[in-house]
């Protein structure tokens, strides 16, 4: 009845119950805090809720009620970055910026998923940038890039030898004494200090040929097997392809046996690599370890 003739008193007493109740669960809220392969949990003090009224039973009876939903989010103040809160049919829910927003899974490209650990950090520092950006006077920051670090606010932000600054929301970066030969391409140096792998897949004449030559005066190389480092390095680093793996499938070819029957097998062989590989007849990538070498 009270219902019925519209006492907004009873319905307010009840939503201040609801947001009574509702309070004491936000003293529990924690976040699980993920550094250096460690779990922990710190107590954030908020929730993310949605409470939705309803004046009937499902038999339509009059009951007024309420139906609280408790989402798996907590605003963590410490830890100043994105969180990956949820994962639905369509859609990532992330936390950022003191905002939830769905991102779509056609888009998952644009993110990074990046371990949080400590850095000690001293000016003149160098440091090595892992992900694009804009500085906060709206210059660019690439993607490994080698900067020197000049100060380092009370703010969290970070200013740069050559004027720009880092906020304090940007941590996407790590030490620069030390990269990879696959980052090391287009920089130069005097000296080169290689340190070798001793692993197949990461060693190959292409990445043989970006690390000796980024030095102008000379190269220094560190190996615990130098004859593996001899075989890696004289293997072309391309990925086998299909045909490859299948003997005889590439002598099958109409045009591959014209060429063979004209000029012979050499000749098909390697006017069949060049022609799968895209590259001149003749220039040194054309030759592939274990099949025969144009003389």
Known sequence: MALAGNEHGIVGAHDQAVTTALNPLETFAAGRVRKERQSSYRTTGNLVAAVFRHDTSR??????????????ATKDSVENCGKLLHVTERHLV??????????????VNRISICPSKPLALSPGERLHLKSNGRAEDGRKLAKGELVTLKEIFADGRIMLADGRALSANYRRFTHGYAVTSYAAQGKTVSHVLFSDSASRPTTSAKQWYVTISRGRKGIAIFTSDPEQLRAN???????????????GVRKRSWIYKLIAKRFGERAAKIFDRARRHHIAVGSPESSVPGEDRCS
């Not at 992330?94 to 056609?106: M, S, T, V």
């Not at 293997?235 to 045909?243: H, T, W």
């Open 59 to 72: 038999a339509l009876d009059p009951h007024l009620h309420s139906h609280c939903i408790l989402f798996n």
């Open 94 to 107: 992330i936390e950022a910026e003191g905002r939830i927003r769905p991102l779509p899974l056609k888009q």
């Open 233 to 247: 390095i004289t293997r072309s680093g391309e990925r086998p392809l299909a045909m490859e793996l299948r003997p």
